[in-house]
């Protein structure tokens, strides 16, 4: 069974998440890096000043409560105001000097625990000049550090605001229906589930009650259930069949709860076939008695159609708590959407696409899946630092308000305990597989520079943990290196 960076998202966030947002502008054909850079800058600026302000707020809060409470006795200790609180974010400064990371970098990199092969690239944010690259066009395994491909190419195509639709119509007799699954694994029962409070969308006991009211109350008594929209392998190529009962599920246009037997985390064993589940549960809910196989007729009147939460937040729940999952369904959904066909051969034709558009170089690169469970996946840290650049400018820049925040928030919540100085100034996607690290994202200097990194390491043999401290430190080391 492969490793895996996933947290459990019940727990693991301490930021805010992305809820709808307006459609971006087009970007002008005559745009170039230089305005990618300083949009990018601009982007995580406001992501600094928009934390802080809020902190700065609580603590207003609770100093007017304090000199001036509602109830209760006043006491000595309720005299002193709290310390003012940290940012979680670092600030920026367009104006900062650009650190000169040959002085700090070939040493950090040298590090023992990194005993692998090791590909980084460190960019200026504002400029997007290349300050540190070491073989940073060499194609490894990313593990999730692939979801930010992911993300980006959702975002891009289908915009924040695309929900995906789950429909019933009307069904070849008029005893029946037939449940039209679309994409979306984050349904719920009845409206509680394991997404409601990341990506809280559709329930199937709002689809029955829609379908009951077409048909005057009248239940059915047979559900059939459309999966043709996916036409592919459940499983990607290269992911361990293990990994389909904790990491992941297989593959269906339909769940709830993500296929989960129980919703209470990221590691919850799933059904062995979660769109039938979510079948029986919706003929339990409509009333009816049997369900089967089958397609809708392309004439068929429309009884009753909901909808997943928004992208920018399906986005940010499987980027902030690395959903293997709904990682994969966000993929195929914008494989479906943008080639008409639900398969992992349009998903990684689109991803390549999007990562040419974005400006990077796309040589050796090879995707299998969305989440990155599949080793044979093949990814450059150059790749990931030119992505990153390129959707800046565009609908996609959302992503960096997704990523977790060193040592506070989703897969990094529990990370830089050996780099203390990185905390609230690193934001990464993380990636982890057997023999696998990465970490891709990015951070703000000391004197406020902004840049954005990749470290991919494959191969090394002194651990999980050792190797994950290692990057923790060299993101650290740039950080706060005033070189």
Same mark, same amino acid.
């Given at each position: 069974?492969?490793?895996?960076?996933?947290?459990?998202?019940?727990?693991?966030?301490?930021?805010?998440?992305?809820?709808?947002?307006?459609?971006?502008?087009?970007?002008?054909?005559?745009?170039?890096?230089?305005?990618?850079?300083?949009?990018?800058?601009?982007?995580?600026?406001?992501?600094?000043?928009?934390?802080?302000?809020?902190?700065?707020?609580?603590?207003?809060?609770?100093?007017?409560?304090?000199?001036?409470?509602?109830?209760?006795?006043?006491?000595?200790?309720?005299?002193?105001?709290?310390?003012?609180?940290?940012?979680?974010?670092?600030?920026?400064?367009?104006?900062?000097?650009?650190?000169?990371?040959?002085?700090?970098?070939?040493?950090?990199?040298?590090?023992?625990?990194?005993?692998?092969?090791?590909?980084?690239?460190?960019?200026?944010?504002?400029?997007?000049?290349?300050?540190?690259?070491?073989?940073?066009?060499?194609?490894?395994?990313?593990?999730?550090?692939?979801?930010?491909?992911?993300?980006?190419?959702?975002?891009?195509?289908?915009?924040?605001?695309?929900?995906?639709?789950?429909?019933?119509?009307?069904?070849?007799?008029?005893?029946?229906?037939?449940?039209?699954?679309?994409?979306?694994?984050?349904?719920?029962?009845?409206?509680?589930?394991?997404?409601?409070?990341?990506?809280?969308?559709?329930?199937?006991?709002?689809?029955?009650?829609?379908?009951?009211?077409?048909?005057?109350?009248?239940?059915?008594?047979?559900?059939?259930?459309?999966?043709?929209?996916?036409?592919?392998?459940?499983?990607?190529?290269?992911?361990?069949?293990?990994?389909?009962?904790?990491?992941?599920?297989?593959?269906?246009?339909?769940?709830?709860?993500?296929?989960?037997?129980?919703?209470?985390?990221?590691?919850?064993?799933?059904?062995?076939?979660?769109?039938?589940?979510?079948?029986?549960?919706?003929?339990?809910?409509?009333?009816?008695?049997?369900?089967?196989?089958?397609?809708?007729?392309?004439?068929?009147?429309?009884?009753?159609?909901?909808?997943?939460?928004?992208?920018?937040?399906?986005?940010?729940?499987?980027?902030?708590?690395?959903?293997?999952?709904?990682?994969?369904?966000?993929?195929?959904?914008?494989?479906?959407?943008?080639?008409?066909?639900?398969?992992?051969?349009?998903?990684?034709?689109?991803?390549?696409? $999007? &990562?040419?558009?974005?400006?990077?170089? @796309?040589?050796? =690169?090879?995707?299998? #899946? %969305?989440?990155? *469970?599949?080793? /044979?996946?093949?990814?450059?840290?150059?790749?990931?630092?030119?992505?990153?650049?390129?959707?800046?400018?565009?609908?996609?820049?959302?992503?960096?308000?997704?990523?977790?925040?060193?040592?506070?928030?989703?897969?990094?919540?529990?990370?830089?305990?050996?780099?203390?100085?990185?905390?609230?100034?690193?934001?990464?996607?993380?990636? $982890? &597989?057997?023999?696998?690290?990465?970490? @891709?994202?990015? =951070?703000?200097?000391? #004197? %406020?520079?902004? *840049?954005?990194? /990749?470290?991919?390491?494959?191969?090394?043999?002194?651990?999980?943990?050792?190797?994950?401290?290692?990057?923790?430190?060299?993101?650290?080391?740039?950080?706060?290196?005033?070189?």
């Amino acid at each position: 069974m492969s490793l895996s960076d996933n947290a459990d998202p019940k727990t693991a966030s301490s930021t805010p998440h992305a809820e709808t947002a307006a459609p971006a502008p087009a970007r002008s054909p005559k745009q170039g890096p230089r305005r990618r850079r300083r949009v990018l800058t601009g982007v995580l600026a406001a992501l600094a000043i928009l934390v802080t302000v809020a902190a700065a707020g609580g603590l207003v809060w609770q100093i007017s409560a304090v000199a001036a409470p509602r109830t209760g006795t006043f006491t000595a200790p309720e005299a002193y105001p709290p310390a003012a609180p940290a940012p979680v974010l670092a600030s920026s400064n367009a104006d900062a000097p650009v650190p000169d990371l040959q002085t700090v970098l070939p040493a950090v990199l040298a590090d023992d625990r990194l005993n692998g092969s090791l590909s980084a690239s460190f960019v200026d944010a504002q400029t997007g000049e290349v300050l540190f690259e070491q073989s940073s066009t060499t194609p490894l395994t990313p593990a999730s550090s692939m979801k930010v491909v992911a993300a980006i190419a959702a975002l891009e195509h289908l915009g924040p605001e695309y929900r995906i639709p789950t429909t019933v119509v009307e069904g070849p007799t008029e005893d029946s229906v037939v449940l039209v699954a679309g994409g979306d694994v984050t349904l719920t029962v009845d409206g509680e589930g394991y997404y409601t409070d990341y990506a809280d969308g559709a329930s199937l006991a709002e689809l029955a009650e829609a379908v009951l009211e077409a048909r005057d109350g009248v239940a059915p008594t047979t559900v059939y259930l459309d999966t043709s929209v996916f036409t592919d392998n459940p499983k990607a190529e290269g992911v361990p069949a293990e990994d389909l009962v904790y990491m992941t599920a297989p593959v269906a246009p339909i769940m709830v709860d993500g296929g989960r037997v129980e919703n209470t985390g990221n590691y919850a064993e799933h059904y062995p076939d979660p769109a039938q589940v979510a079948a029986q549960q919706f003929a339990e809910l409509v009333g009816a008695g049997d369900v089967a196989a089958g397609t809708a007729d392309a004439a068929a009147a429309e009884l009753a159609v909901v909808y997943s939460a928004p992208m920018a937040a399906l986005v940010d729940a499987f980027i902030l708590t690395s959903d293997n999952l709904l990682a994969d369904a966000v993929a195929l959904q914008t494989a479906l959407i943008v080639e008409g066909e639900m398969t992992w051969a349009a998903m990684s034709t689109v991803h390549l696409a $999007t &990562l040419e558009s974005l400006g990077a170089d @796309t040589t050796g =690169l090879v995707f299998y #899946d %969305g989440a990155g *469970l599949s080793p /044979s996946n093949r990814m450059t840290a150059s790749a990931f630092t030119q992505l990153l650049l390129g959707a800046a400018s565009s609908k996609s820049a959302t992503v960096f308000s997704s990523l977790p925040v060193a040592g506070y928030s989703g897969t990094l919540d529990d990370r830089f305990d050996t780099a203390a100085d990185g905390k609230g100034v690193v934001r990464a996607k993380t990636g $982890t &597989l057997s023999g696998v690290s990465s970490l @891709t994202g990015t =951070l703000t200097t000391v #004197d %406020g520079r902004q *840049l954005v990194f /990749s470290l991919i390491s494959n191969g090394a043999t002194t651990g999980k943990t050792a190797v994950e401290s290692a990057m923790d430190e060299i993101a650290t080391a740039v950080a706060v290196c005033g070189c």
